[in-house]
């Protein structure tokens, strides 16, 4: 019992239809989009069998599209990273399938695991790396659709470089 709240339900809320959305076929919310990105991280024999490793660049397939958003599959040999950039005006999610990922922003430096996702806003700057021995996979849901990724100079000073700690 949740002693901070006077709401109580009592009963299935699920049987309460009139209070229900209509399921979408297409995400249209931020939730939506990594509920996307989670329900096709756990489906790994749709993303798995497709999945290539390039030593000489990353290796990207698009794994599908939507009305104004598309889903990305990439993979990371050791050592491989993006550069520091932006999204131009896109939102995205980042999930991570396989292996681990080093995010670096302004404001830090993230490991991220298998399950890990990071939501980020157009304009937002970062790098993405795969720091680790062995090879990641990543997935990448942009809204809209991914038209320009804007290249920027080193974003991480010597302070930024320091793990940040998830609030």
Do not use: K
Request: glycine share 8%.
């Amino acid at each position: 019992m949740n002693s901070d709240s006077d709401i109580q339900i009592a009963g299935d809320l699920l049987e309460v239809r009139h209070l229900l959305q209509p399921v979408r076929q297409h995400p249209a919310t931020v939730a939506e989009f990594a509920g996307l990105a989670r329900t096709l991280a756990a489906d790994r024999a749709e993303w798995a069998p497709l999945v290539r490793y390039d030593a000489t660049s990353r290796w990207y397939h698009r794994l599908r599209t939507g009305p104004g958003y598309e889903v990305w599959l990439l993979s990371w040999v050791p050592g491989q990273g993006t550069g520091s950039h932006d999204h131009g005006p896109s939102s995205g999610v980042l999930t991570v399938l396989a292996g681990e990922l080093t995010e670096r922003s302004r404001s830090g430096r993230r490991s991220l695991a298998p399950g890990a996702q990071r939501i980020f806003a157009p304009g937002y700057v970062h790098e993405v790396v795969n720091d680790a021995i062995e090879p990641a996979v990543s997935l990448h849901i942009y809204y809209p659709g991914l038209t320009e990724m804007p290249m920027h100079t080193a974003l991480c000073s010597p302070a930024a470089q320091e793990d940040v700690v998830p609030a």
